[in-house]
T-cell receptor, first 113, second 117 residues
Framework: EAQVTQNPRYLITVTGKKLTVTCSQN?????MSWYRQDPGLGLRQIYY???????DKGDVPEGYKVSRKEKRNFPLILESPSPNQTSLYFC????????????FGEGSRLTVL | AQSVAQPEDQVNVAEGNPLTVKCTYS??????LFWYVQYPNRGLQFLLK??????LVKGSYGFEAEFNKSQTSFHLKKPSALVSDSALYFC???????????????FGKGTKLSVKP
């Protein structure tokens, strides 16, 4: 089954404790992206990757890091989480960056205390 | 700068009635337009897209949308709503600028559709 898998789905952590949200897709997609969803703000792009070893900032990259060492994986790293990073995070992938529809993971709800 | 607006936070319709969820956009260049749906506690799912060609686009679950260049709109429609259509709907736009460069995919803030029996 074609899917984008995110882990963990739910996480409560404390300020400053580094965490990684993993994302894996099994569709051989070149394009992957991370979004955060906040009430009243819709989805905002954090980082994206056009292909292996190619990443770029989205609209709200501050406080986040990503890497793309393999085509299928695109982890999101919060080196020192802060309460304003409490949000619902989505990973998505697509076969083409421009015209292809995005396939989304189920989401990771992160709470930073 | 490109932007997308969904002017209604919530749309309420009765089951069996037609529904419209509105979306307007502002881009420099040509727009690529998308609709996604999000059911509770789920990720977004693709519904339909307009890239080029026929202005009326048909998508999943009986939804369709009409691209109107003069009004810069891409409203989502369905002739007969179902209770199971109740969800959060997102419009998204990407600008393709003259010369071929592309903008980021920008999402609207979402419209909550509530269909009552």
């Amino acid at each position: 089954e074609a899917q984008v898998t995110q882990n963990p789905r739910y996480l409560i952590t404390v300020t400053g404790k580094k965490l990684t949200v993993t994302c894996s897709q099994n569709m051989n997609h070149e394009y992957m992206s991370w979004y955060r969803q906040d009430p009243g703000l819709g989805l905002r792009q954090i980082y994206y990757s056009m292909n292996v070893e190619v990443t770029d900032k989205g609209d709200v990259p501050e406080g986040y890091k990503v890497s793309r060492k393999e085509k299928r994986n695109f982890p999101l790293i919060l080196e020192s989480p802060s309460p304003n990073q409490t949000s619902l995070y989505f990973c998505a992938s697509s076969d083409t960056a421009v015209t292809g529809e995005l396939f989304f993971g189920e989401g990771s709800r992160l709470t930073v205390l | 700068a490109q932007s997308v607006a969904q002017p209604e936070d919530q749309v309420n319709v009765a089951e069996g009635n037609p529904l419209t969820v509105k979306c307007t956009y502002s881009v420099s260049g040509n727009p690529y337009l998308f609709w996604y749906v999000q059911y509770p506690n789920r990720g977004l799912q693709f519904l339909l897209k307009y890239i080029t060609g026929d202005n009326l686009v048909k998508g999943s679950y009986g939804f369709e949308a009409e691209f109107n260049k003069s009004q810069t709109s891409f409203h989502l429609k369905k002739p007969s709503a179902l209770v199971s259509d109740s969800a959060l709907y997102f419009c998204a736009v990407r600008a393709i600028r003259y010369g071929g460069s592309q903008g980021n995919l920008i999402f609207g803030k979402g419209t909550k559709l509530s269909v009552k029996p």
